[in-house]
């Protein structure tokens, strides 16, 4: 159960975030325009996104591939403009990033706060992380979307590492039944391995696919269960894209 | 089951998940899964359910929270084999 702080401090973030969202948004925009950060088909993908997660309300469980720092980034570029993340709030997702990449400066703490980012431990205690699913459990009851890397990590090994991933997806979905779950694949067209920031101008391959994950087991099994399906999925996605979207091996 | 047994046979389950091979060999009931013997936290999912179907036991989300140790694990499995009076 979370308490009661707990629960005022993601509604004031919430809050804040959202207030923000006409300052925040522009500067990621001008930062990927910086980088010559490109995604070809953007209204294709918003469109896509929204035919298949976005128009319904309820919790979201987005669920994607990790290359770089950044793809949290990437993928809220992707999925919606300023104005829709103004109008409809659940479009802009909470994150979970490593608290160690968000406490580096003062203003990426900053940015992490009114970006919707609840810092996590890496190895963190039981309690700790109990603590963590409470958080996602209670912003999923008041149907927001969150972002997560099911693989817990920037893969090391330059594809969606189905050997070496957290089962922490599997207890979100355990959590909330019912949660509408999203799998997405966001890769740079030439990201060979795992980095902090994608190359400078790089083309950026989205691909979505909305799952129903589903398990006979409860508990840790469960858990597993429904977490591999979702790592697997991400793989075949990872697989399709190499084959038809001129991505570089 | 004793602890020694049950001592063996969780060396015996951990030993292809631990990075640090060298502390498994000298490992003793205090040695830490996780910090000592370099196990991925995820992996201890793996673990938890490898006991279960090894020792035909159910472990509860609380209890798989409490077990850090080598010793606690045993101590646990021991606990949940040992016949009902």
């Given at each position: 159960m979370l308490s009661k702080r707990d629960r005022?401090?993601?509604?004031?973030?919430e809050a804040v975030s959202h207030a923000m969202v006409l300052l925040t948004y522009?500067?990621?925009?001008?930062?990927?325009?910086?980088?010559?950060?490109?995604?070809?088909?953007?209204s294709r993908v918003r469109a896509e996104f929204e035919a298949q997660a976005g128009r319904e309300p309820g919790p979201l469980l987005v669920c994607a591939n990790h290359m770089t720092l950044v793809d949290s980034l990437v993928i809220q570029w992707a999925f919606g403009s300023a104005w829709r993340l103004l109008l409809v709030p659940r479009a802009f997702f909470w994150n979970l990033?490593?608290?160690?990449?968000?406490?580096?400066?003062?203003?990426?703490?900053?940015?992490?706060?009114?970006?919707?980012?609840?810092?996590?431990?890496?190895?963190?205690?039981?309690?700790?992380?109990?603590?963590?699913?409470?958080?996602?459990?209670?912003?999923?009851g008041?149907?927001?979307?969150?972002?997560?890397?099911?693989?817990?990590?920037?893969?090391?090994i330059g594809r969606v590492d189905t050997e070496n991933f957290s089962y922490g997806v599997g207890r979100m979905i355990q959590d909330t039944p019912g949660i509408r779950v999203l799998a997405v694949f966001a890769r740079g067209a030439g990201q060979h391995e795992f980095s902090d920031y994608p190359r400078d101008g790089e083309r950026f391959v989205i691909r979505l696919r909305r799952l129903a994950p589903v398990t006979s087991s409860a508990g840790m099994r469960g858990a597993r269960d429904l977490a591999t399906q979702i790592v697997h999925a991400l793989r075949d996605m990872e697989v399709e894209a190499f084959e038809t979207a001129g991505v570089d091996r | 089951?004793?602890?020694?047994?049950?001592?063996?046979?969780?060396?015996?389950?951990?030993?292809?998940?631990?990075?640090?091979?060298?502390?498994?060999?000298?490992?003793?009931?205090?040695?830490?899964?996780?910090?000592?013997?370099?196990?991925?936290?995820?992996?201890?999912?793996?673990?938890?359910?490898?006991?279960?179907?090894?020792?035909?036991?159910e472990v509860?989300?609380?209890?798989?929270?409490?077990?850090?140790?080598?010793?606690?694990?045993?101590?646990?499995?021991?606990?949940?084999?040992?016949?009902?009076?």
């Open positions: 005022v401090g993601l509604r004031v973030q522009p500067w990621l925009w001008a930062w990927m325009r910086w980088r010559g950060y490109r995604i070809p088909g953007l990033p490593d608290r160690a990449n968000l406490s580096r400066r003062t203003w990426i703490r900053v940015l992490g706060y009114v970006g919707k980012c609840i810092p996590v431990v890496r190895k963190a205690s039981p309690e700790e992380t109990r603590r963590t699913l409470d958080k996602i459990g209670y912003l999923h008041r149907g927001q979307s969150i972002l997560v890397f099911p693989e817990g990590g920037r893969s090391r | 089951m004793d602890n020694a047994t049950a001592f063996g046979k969780v060396v015996t389950i951990i030993k292809p998940f631990v990075k640090n091979a060298a502390a498994l060999g000298s490992a003793s009931d205090s040695t830490r899964i996780i910090e000592d013997l370099g196990v991925n936290s995820a992996r201890l999912v793996d673990i938890i359910l490898a006991f279960e179907d090894e020792f035909g036991i509860d989300d609380e209890s798989a929270d409490k077990v850090r140790t080598l010793g606690d694990a045993v101590q646990m499995i021991v606990l949940k084999t040992a016949p009902a009076h």
